[in-house]
Each structure stands twice: as structure tokens, then as C-alpha cells.
């Protein structure tokens, strides 16, 4: 390990990062830290593809099945949490492997958070309330017209963060690209890390896509989202937006056929795999890509590179 203070393992989702985080936490005596914005809720363990209460047990685990549905996580939360986490690992001896998905999670914690002020409730209250209320390319529109350009720098179809873009714009009155341009104070920086990125073959990863949904529907998926619908949260909270809440959702109230579901369900989990690989490749440049076919020669190679 050398002078570095942590390993980190980034890739897409379905491709095997947890299986290698969970070994190498055992080959050096480390904890597995979630970097995974779903992966926090304890109401998704199977949905999310969270580490099993067996895995759990072989290492320590952090950041897991830590926050309720009810609540809204957030990046900046999530950086308060995963230094706290280090400092933990630090003073018990462990080598923190952070892993995860959610790559605004490591840009964060690598280059740290712009110093946005709070929203205040209303103005988030206001703007979840329009999310539900108007389509995505509505709420585009309206960014454009008075943020060209983070309008310019946002996708239609991503209404998260146009929302957001609109709530910085209105607690604030400034854009959000003005403060993207405030410098933030690393948690860790670069060179105290390892940093890989698993990138398994793009048709092998759909297929395990594939197959580990359809090995979450037989391991309870669909009662896990039975049960948060029955907490009738608010539609517009993250945990919302877990891949797979809303076709399930639209299965059990009989809106969607059961085979529908199942459709959507693979083909949204498989367009976001390939945005985790995009935004990868944009700003992920400096870190160990690591191309192998199974996760047990990505472990052999990860193992002779920080030689264990």
C-alpha cells in the first residue's frame, strides 16, 4: 500500500466491485465503505444490490443500510459520512476500500464539494412538487430560459439535476455553474489512493445485469417495494428513483404487466450502466481501468498491482 491511505473501486453497476472489495478487505484486514447513492437505504437491500448479511459478516462494512427511506441523502451528507468513515479505519488499523457506483460520490471525495449554500425547504419543496407535476423537457425549458448555461450543460432527460440546477439558481441568485467554479477542499486526495475502475465487456455486463435482476425478484425484490409503497413517502425523495422502484411500483398497483416491469427494469439498469461508463471515460482519465473478463482475474490483477 505503500504511503496510500485507501483503495478505490469504481465501475458500473452489475460488474462485480463488491466481490472485489469484500476480497481485498479480507486479504488486508480493511473495511468495505459504500460509495453508492442507493445503496445507503435500508428498505433496498436486494434492489440495490447491497452486500448480504453473509458478506457483512466475513469484514467490516460501512455507509450501508444506513439512512431511511424517508430521508434525502445527499452527496455533501455522504462526504461527512465516508470521513468520518476513514477516520474510523485510521484509528482501528484498517485499510478503507471505498466502492460503489455513484462516481459524483469519488469526484467529491477527491476534489471536494463547490460551497454551495442549504436550500431552504420551500424553495425544495417547491421544485419536487414541479418535478412530479411537469415532464422532464418542461422543466428543461424553463432552466433554459433563465440558465442557458447549465441548461446547456445538462441533459433533458436527466430532471434531477435539472431541478437542482433550478434550486441553487433560485435560493441563491447565482448559477450553479458560478459556484462549480468555487474550489472544494478534498476529503482524500488523489495521490493517498489506489483508484480502479472495473470495465467488464459491455455485452457480458448486460447480461449479468440481466441475470441479477431476475436473481433479485427470487430473493424478494418485489416485496421490498411493496413495502415502500406502503410508506407512502414522497415521490419526489431519491430512494424514488432506485432502479426498479417505479416499474415494480407500476406492477403491483396493476398499471404495468409483470413482464413489462421486468423489461423496463433491464433496459433502465443497462442505459445507466452505459452512463457510468461515459461519465467514466470523461472523468475518470488517471485511474487504473482494469479490462478482464471475470471478477477473479480482475482480483489477481488488482492484488499484484498493490502487490498483497
Not at 455513484?102 to 421544485?127: C, Q
Request: net charge neutral.
Amino acid at each position: 500500500m505503500s504511503n496510500h491511505r485507501a483503495i478505490l473501486i469504481a465501475g458500473p453497476t452489475a460488474s462485480g466491485k463488491s466481490a472485489i472489495a469484500l476480497a481485498l478487505a479480507e486479504k488486508l484486514g480493511g473495511v468495505v465503505v459504500n460509495a453508492d447513492s442507493m445503496q445507503v437505504y435500508s428498505e433496498l437491500r436486494i434492489l440495490s444490490a447491497r452486500p448480504s448479511a453473509g458478506d457483512e459478516a466475513r469484514a467490516p462494512h460501512a455507509l450501508y443500510g444506513c439512512v431511511p427511506a424517508a430521508q434525502a441523502y445527499s452527496v455533501g451528507r455522504w462526504l461527512e459520512d465516508v470521513s468520518r468513515a476513514i477516520g474510523d479505519a485510521k484509528r482501528l488499523e484498517q485499510v478503507p476500500i471505498i466502492t460503489g457506483g455513484t462516481g459524483l460520490y469519488f469526484k467529491a471525495l477527491l476534489d471536494g464539494l463547490s460551497p454551495i449554500p442549504d436550500i431552504p425547504p420551500e424553495i425544495r419543496d417547491y421544485w419536487r412538487a414541479e418535478e412530479g407535476a411537469r415532464n422532464a423537457q418542461e422543466l428543461h425549458k424553463t432552466l433554459g430560459e433563465r440558465d442557458p448555461e447549465m441548461a446547456r450543460r445538462l441533459r433533458p432527460s436527466d430532471p434531477q439535476r435539472v431541478i437542482r440546477a433550478l434550486e441553487v439558481l433560485d435560493a441563491t441568485g447565482c448559477s450553479l455553474a458560478e459556484w462549480q467554479n468555487e474550489p472544494g477542499k478534498p476529503v482524500l486526495p488523489a495521490e493517498q489512493a489506489l483508484r480502479f475502475f472495473v470495465s467488464p465487456p459491455r455485452e457480458a455486463l448486460y447480461a449479468r445485469i440481466d441475470r441479477r435482476f431476475d436473481s433479485m425478484l427470487e430473493r424478494g425484490a418485489l416485496e421490498e417495494v411493496r413495502a415502500l409503497a406502503e410508506q407512502d413517502i414522497d415521490p419526489g425523495l431519491p430512494v424514488m428513483r432506485a432502479l426498479g422502484v417505479k416499474p415494480l411500483m407500476q406492477m403491483l398497483s396493476g398499471n404495468m404487466t409483470r413482464d413489462d416491469a421486468i423489461r423496463r427494469t433491464k433496459t433502465d439498469t443497462r442505459r445507466y450502466a452505459k452512463r457510468q461508463l461515459t461519465w467514466a471515460k470523461r472523468n475518470m482519465i488517471a485511474w487504473k481501468e482494469v479490462l478482464v473478463k471475470d471478477s477473479e482475474s480482475i482480483m489477481d490483477k488488482i492484488f499484484a498491482i498493490i502487490d498483497v
